[in-house]
Structures are given as structure tokens and as C-alpha cells.
């Protein structure tokens, strides 16, 4: 009996000394976006989870996560999930209460792209930066309207950087 209380005591201990990783398990296993290679942990916010019958891939963000729909249409998508991004926690898509548009940069994008998994969170951040309360079918629509202005975008900064860095 007083083994048994002693090993509770010590893991006690060692629990309060441990400091969490703050990685969720799907940053681990998916550090950065396989699209434009950002780190998903620093873009925890905005990252999305796709589960292919075939294995699950981790974006940056709902650009990142179109293009990678898009050049893997042959696969079979299981289900997706979304980065809260009030709580940073991934919800379901398809669940998920989306806000399209506001004064916050997008990821990947001119047009913001946000998830949220409660209601509430929502409609505050629409009061607080603006946008359009909307579904996960209306945020995809949106992600491949935004596709060819987005990709020109990216591809004009990195022209522009490189000019710069050639003078």
C-alpha cells in the first residue's frame, strides 16, 4: 500500500515538472505544409488536416489545402478537418461556422478564409475585423475563385524579391 501511494506521489511530481508539448499530434506528424512549405505550427490558426483513404496530409491553410485536392482528385478524401481559430483546436469542416472575407490577412490568400468551431466566436470576430458568416461549401467555392489572383500574388512577391536581391 505504501508502494502504490509512493508511485502516485512520484508521477505527481514528474507530471508538474513536465511542460507540454504545445504541437498538436497532427503538427507533428505533418511539420509543414507539402504546397508552399510554411510551418504549420506557426500558422496553427489556419491549418487544415485532409484524411485521403491513402493517409492524411496537414496544409498551412484552405489555399493550400484546395491545391492539394485539386492535384490529387484520384484520391479518395475520408473527411476533413479545419483549425478553430479562436481555440487553434481541429474541428470538422464541414461543421465548422466559416468566416470569408474582414480586415485580417488570409493565409496564402487576399481573401480571408477563417474557421471557427462555435457560432459565437464567429459572429464576434465578424463584429471585431468584418466578413461574411458562411459554410465550408461556400469557403471552398471562394478558395478556388481566389486561386489565380492568389498564385499571381505569390509569384509577383518572389519576382520582386528577386529583382531586388540581383541590384
Avoid at 504545445?22 to 505533418?30: G, L, M
Avoid at 490558426?45 to 496544409?59: A, F, K, N
Avoid at 479545419?82 to 480586415?103: E, N, R, S, T
Avoid at 471562394?142 to 541590384?167: L, S
Amino acid at each position: 500500500m505504501k508502494s502504490a501511494v509512493f508511485v502516485v506521489m512520484l508521477a505527481g511530481c514528474l507530471l508538474i515538472g513536465a511542460t507540454p508539448d504545445p504541437s498538436p499530434n497532427d503538427v507533428r506528424s505533418h511539420p509543414e505544409c507539402p504546397i508552399c512549405g510554411m510551418d504549420r505550427h506557426q500558422y496553427a490558426h489556419s491549418r487544415m488536416l485532409i484524411d485521403y483513404q491513402e493517409g492524411s496530409v496537414g496544409t498551412c491553410s484552405i489555399h493550400c489545402m484546395g491545391v492539394d485536392i485539386a492535384v490529387n482528385r484520384h484520391k479518395t478524401v475520408r473527411g476533413i478537418l479545419a483549425a478553430d481559430y479562436a481555440g487553434k483546436q481541429l474541428v470538422p469542416a464541414k461543421a465548422a461556422f466559416w468566416v470569408i472575407g474582414g480586415d485580417r490577412s488570409g493565409v496564402m490568400t487576399n481573401r480571408a478564409k477563417w474557421a471557427f468551431g462555435k457560432r459565437e466566436d464567429a459572429e464576434a470576430f465578424i463584429r471585431e475585423h468584418g466578413g461574411k458568416l458562411s459554410v465550408f461549401d461556400d469557403a471552398i467555392k471562394a478558395t478556388f475563385e481566389d486561386m489565380y489572383a492568389d498564385i499571381k500574388a505569390v509569384r509577383d512577391r518572389a519576382q520582386k524579391r528577386k529583382a531586388r536581391a540581383e541590384r
